[in-house]
């Protein structure tokens, strides 16, 4: 069931980022607070990433897309030890099964030149296309969307009382990953078929651009039993907080399920998320007494341990830096 009368909170970041007068940010702070306690989302204004970066952003992921398909393969992220690169699955239908050669994805990261912590860091695969046609819009694309996750990490540890100043273990070797993704038409597929099945992101702050105008997301409302679908706005990003945070909060700040269904019924959907987890040594920066001391990187081998090279010494590194 659809809640087709709600809307997710549109907070305007500026009061924060550029603040007018003394009680801007305690403001926003305030209304992210709330917004991430009943909705785990909230769509933004007033981020900082300018127009023509996204729009730069958005023209990358198409030129990519579209280079032929053997090309594509040979960039795959399953041959590279921090999986980084292009990834083809099929989509998920409500019985559980999958159709192949469906949605589309390209993953970067931090861009470290040596390979370390069984990959977690490393070195980005990067298409062979003009770095003004790639490389170079998708990197100033990156670097602003980490910036943005920074901020709301911030928001996030003010809202509950603690100062900024966490973020200099937190994030002092961020792990941010980028995921670009191109959806199929509407059309090309089959009726119970979503882009992205129900979910909720593992790590912590998401950062999610849609193609404008082309709708597709749909979060879950417990409250209301049903999805809330939230439109693909020019220049308004879509913020939400994975189980990391709800987890390290207490439950103050919620993890909610969400979708993806294009609605475009013959042209094809772009979006681009930003995932920012913290530092892979980093603990709980909302609960700085937290007695667990469990890491990022304890938190990310629980979920995906499987999918990188995991020696036992490095686990006992991650198990010994806690």
Known sequence: MA?????????DLSGYINPKSPGDRERVIAEVREACAKFGFFQTKGHGISLDTQKGLLKSIDTLFNLPKDEKRSLSFLQNVSRRGYEESGMS??????????????YIGREDPV??????????????LPNDQFRTPVWDYYQ???????????ILLQGLGHPISVMDAFAKKPMVMMK????PPLAATLPGQFGVGAHTDFGGV??????????????????????????????????????????????AYKSAKHRVINKADNESR???????HGDVFATNPLNPEDPV??????????????????????????????
């Open 206 to 251: 998401t950062v999610l651009l849609q193609e404008p105008n082309k709708h597709g997301l749909e979060v879950w409302l417990d409250e209301k039993d049903g999805w809330v679908p939230v439109k693909a706005v020019e220049d308004v990003y879509v913020i939400n907080c994975g189980d990391m945070i709800m987890k390290w909060s207490g439950g």
């Open 93 to 106: 239908l409500r019985d559980g099964d999958k159709l192949p050669d469906s949605k589309e994805a390209f």
């Open 180 to 183: 670009m993704i191109r959806y």
């Open 3 to 11: 809640v087709q009368e709600l809307q997710l909170p549109l907070i």
């Open 144 to 154: 602003a969307t980490h910036n943005l996750g920074s901020t709301i990490w911030e």
């Open 270 to 276: 772009l979006s681009c998320a930003t995932f920012f």
């Open 115 to 128: 390979v370390e912590h069984a990959g977690f860091y490393g070195p980005n695969v990067w298409p062979p």
């Open 293 to 322: 001391k469990e890491t990022v990187g304890q938190l990310l081998i629980k979920r995906f341990g499987n999918q990188f090279s995991l020696s036992d010494e490095w686990k006992q590194e991650v198990k010994a830096a806690a």
